[in-house]
């Protein structure tokens, strides 16, 4: 890749997962907690699989829209979920697993599921993750 148009600066301070995370222009500052599943106190605080959801929805949903525009397709009030899961491996190593659920109202299911595959080629988020984690994309219509 040539020069980035955007570079995105964020540094975590404290206790890792029960520490907290801020960015460089102020935007985020979020006091991070372990979920209780993973063996923290949980609560009313963030982690960094929420965090990783919401960018790769909003960035695939990005994706979407755009390969959308140019097939000329109205994909209206659509919305992605994303489910980002982590977990232990075979080995015992961590990883993570992500299901983005993608919404097309009205849309014949074989155009959405085209919408959505291209969208998966063009993201790139799916691109840094391809091939490191297992993502699974789905379309309801």
Avoid at 79 to 87: K, L, N, Q
């Amino acid at each position: 890749m040539a020069d980035p148009m955007y570079t995105a600066v964020a540094t975590a301070r404290g206790d890792g997962r029960d520490g907290e995370v801020t960015s460089s222009d102020g935007v985020i500052d979020e006091k991070l907690s372990t979920p209780k599943e993973m063996g923290g106190p949980g609560g009313e605080f963030t982690n960094p699989e929420q965090l990783f959801a919401a960018g790769y929805a909003a960035c695939f949903h990005s994706a979407l829209r755009l390969v959308a525009k140019q097939a000329k397709a109205d994909v209206g009030d659509s919305e992605v979920t994303a489910e980002v899961g982590i977990g232990k491996t075979d080995e015992g190593k961590f990883a993570l697993t992500v299901h983005l659920d993608t919404k097309l109202t009205g849309m014949e299911q074989g155009k959405a599921d085209e919408l959505v595959a291209q969208a998966h080629q063009v993201c790139p988020y799916s691109n840094a993750t391809r091939g490191n984690i297992v993502v699974e994309v789905t379309a309801t219509t």
